[in-house]
């Protein structure tokens, strides 16, 4: 059975594999979540690292049809969000 690669990380019904992590992942993620929370504490890392993998390609798809990211107006964005709001933010 293949994968859809459009498909959203998380979505669908769980079903056991078999991943085989170093011990040290085993025990900092047993810190973490203690005994009982591991596997799903690991869905979420793995659904999480999807997410991000994807967005990548999301951004590089977009820079390869309009160009580069202009890094000024994403501070300027980055401060409006955060509401760091100067009139070189308020005119990005």
Do not use: Y
Request: hydrophobic fraction near 40%; aromatic fraction near 0%; charge should be negative.
């Amino acid at each position: 059975m293949s994968a859809n690669p459009d498909s959203i990380p998380g979505e669908g019904p769980a079903r056991p594999v078999s991943v085989v992590p170093p011990d040290g992942v085993i025990a900092a993620l047993g810190a973490r979540t203690g005994t009982h929370g591991r596997s799903a504490s690991a869905a979420a890392l793995l659904q999480r690292r999807l997410e991000r993998e994807r967005l990548r390609e999301l951004i590089a798809e977009a820079e390869a049809e309009h160009g580069p990211v202009d890094q000024a107006v994403v501070d300027a964005k980055r401060a409006l969000l955060r509401g760091d709001v100067t009139d070189a933010a308020e005119n990005a």
